[in-house]
């Protein structure tokens, strides 16, 4: 269960570009649902999905996993923390170039010390349950736009997290893929995990895949 | 059906770093034999030094003072040829000139 | 067979794997980097371990040089001093042994070399011969059998009949050398019977060497009198000198380098800003970035360090350093063929390493340091 009390960010504090991303939001996330933060574009949706998966810190106000502060956590508590319970899917999938789509997959478990040879069965059975097996060895830059995407969330779900962030997953995609995106999400929700994603793409909430919205215009929560 | 296993950076890594330390390791063991073999040298060269009271090694012979470094005055520049400049530290710097160059034609 | 698994062994394999296919990403250039640095290390370290090789070598052979040379200053020069000087200092208490000795310098314009020639007292060839050194033997295109013709003090021809070439062993003593009667040596040079180049004592007691010297200057006013000490400093000093140059050199190219490289590194790049931010937002913190960078630059300059290193021990002592014989070889008409030993110097190569690796890891981390330690949360944004 996440838990938002009254958090803000804010960036540039004090210079002229002074910019309020996110004004005095508070919200729980129950576990094991399907969540959607919907607005427009610079409505705050990408930093407060930062703020839940504990990519940055709150300029005011807290955060809580499980009842637990993460906004005040030590990097390195937070970061361990991070890797265990939550697994992130950008906007523009950020792979890394230069790197085969295994090895892509495999990078967030680096910093756990786990054997190789187990992280990278791990990692072809994940690529195997997208398809994408024969695609092990291609360099990052060679995929397709759906494979991207793909490759991203099997990243994403390398260590195994309880929660799934997803940003604007249909962003760069067409309809069919898009469609192939959210059924992906509803099986991770069939899982038994929590999937917090944010988008304005209509397609999203139309397929029934989203339990719960949360509405956001200019840094605040309209309706939760 | 697994992809075909590619070796690991580290791997490659720890080899290349290995095999270098080994290469290193070797010759450096290989010195005692050298030293060895350079002993005999080494006890001919002793014995000429001896029988001429010779002071010092024939590098730099072109130099007046170095043959004998009993010629060596701390204020005296290090002349490394009969044409050197007589200046130090440009005297060792800079090339004697040619000498041919400056002989008068035939 | 499988032994315990390290959790933190295995971290850190995992990060060099990664640093590794960075350094592929850039082949080219990371290779270059790669040979520059080891060339780098190959100069310095083969100036260091020829320069150290030949002091060594320089000491050993001299160390039973006379422990004091007694020379006359006249107006403040060199000048031939009487023998009836020899007579004064032998009765010295402490003075075990006192010879004079006949040597001097001749210049041919024929070989365009100097000559050091000398008229031993111990076993001296027989007059009319000469004993010559190897380097001598092979300036001048003659063997034993030969005639050796050169130019007197008066401008009168002086043949010497070559009856030996010094043993190759010996050619860094004596490669310039020629043995002559002392008879032939003072007519060639003009040389009075009556006088001597220098006086050559040796002291029983090592520690009686200054009080003894004292002694001389007091029995020979106007004498200069020199320790072997003093030799060996003055000879070390022009050695250092020389060395000192050539490092002063390769160590500002190795400044140059370093800069070079901080550059290139400093201004990192908006994909490798990105980068970092990709493996923080994906559960890397800021010290597994760090490492992943320090693995890096210390696998390159490890490897160019050892390779580096071995290719100077071998050029120095397996090859007979080509590349400074080639350069000293310039301007020197005869130059000593000699092979020098090898002596393990931790701290040297300890110093070596230091000067090289270390500001090669530092110029790679230091770029990084501050986008390793920033927040992830750029990476979300656009």
Known sequence: MIELVQVSKTFNAGQPNEFHAVREVSFSIEPGRVTALRGPSGSGKTTLLGLIGGLTRPSSGRVRLDGRDISALPERFLTELRRATFGFVFQQFQLIRGLSVLEN??????????????????????????????????????????????????????????????DEPTAHLDSVLSRQILAIFADLRAQGRSVILSSHDPLVFEVGLVERVVDIRDGRVTQA | MTPQRKRRGSTLAMWALGLC??????????????????????????????????????????????????????????QDHPMALEHFPAGSLMPPPDATALMPPP | MSFPHNAWLESQRGLIDFSIANLGRRRGRNLGLFLAYTLLVFLLASVVLYGDALRREARLLLADAPELVVQRLTAGRHDLLPAEWLDRVRGLRGV?????????????????????????????????????????????????????????????????????????????????????????????????????????????????????????????????????????????????????????????????????????????????????????????????????????????????????????????????????TAVLKGWSVLYPQFRLAPQIDLAQIATLFFLTVLPYVAATIAPVWRAATLDPDEVMRE
């Open chain 3, 96 to 324: 075990r042994a006192a010879e004079g000795r006949l040597w001097g310098y001749h210049y041919d314009p024929a070989a365009q070399a100097n000559y050091t020639l000398l008229a031993p007292n111990d076993a001296p060839p027989a007059p009319g011969q000469v004993e010559i050194g190897a380097a001598l033997a092979r300036a001048s295109g003659l063997d034993v059998g030969d005639v050796l013709s050169l130019r007197g003090f008066d401008g009168k021809p002086f043949a010497f009949n070559i009856s030996r070439v010094f043993e190759a062993e010996s050619e860094l003593v004596s490669a310039d050398l020629m043995r002559v009667n002392a008879a032939d040596f003072r007519a060639f040079f003009g040389v009075e019977p009556d006088l001597y180049t220098d006086l050559a004592l040796s002291v029983a007691n090592p520690r009686e060497v200054r009080k003894v010297a004292e002694k001389v200057l007091d029995r020979l006013p106007g004498a200069r009198v020199i320790a072997r000490e003093e030799m060996r400093r003055t000879y070390e000093a022009a050695f250092n000198w020389r060395q000192g140059v050539l490092l002063t050199f390769l160590s500002t190219i190795l400044l140059a380098f370093a800069l070079l490289a901080w550059d290139k590194a400093s201004g990192l790049s908006a994909e490798e800003r990105r980068e970092i931010g990709i493996l923080k937002a994906l559960g890397w913190d800021t010290g597994d970035v760090l490492r992943m960078k320090l693995w890096e630059g210390a696998l390159v300059s490890l490897c160019a360090f050892l390779v580096g290193y071995t290719l100077a021990w071998l050029h120095v002592f397996y090859a007979d350093a080509p590349l400074f």
């Open chain 2, 21 to 78: 330390a080994l290469a290193l390791l070797l010759i450096l063991l290989d010195s005692g034999r050298l030293a060895a073999l350079h002993a005999e040298a080494l006890r001919q060269g002793q014995a000429r030094a001896m029988s001429d009271q010779l002071t010092d090694p024939a590098l730099f012979t072109e130099a007046r003072f170095a043959r004998h470094a009993s010629q060596a005055d701390r204020h005296a520049a290090f």
């Open chain 1, 105 to 166: 997959v495999m990078l967030p478990a680096t910093p756990t010390g786990q054997p190789y040879a187990e992280v990278r069965t791990r990692a072809l059975q994940l690529l195997a349950d997208f398809d994408l097996d024969g695609r092990a060895e291609a360099k990052a830059q060679w995929l397709s736009g759906g494979e991207a995407q793909r490759v991203a969330i099997a990243r994403a779900l390398i260590n195994d997290p309880k929660v799934i962030l997803a």
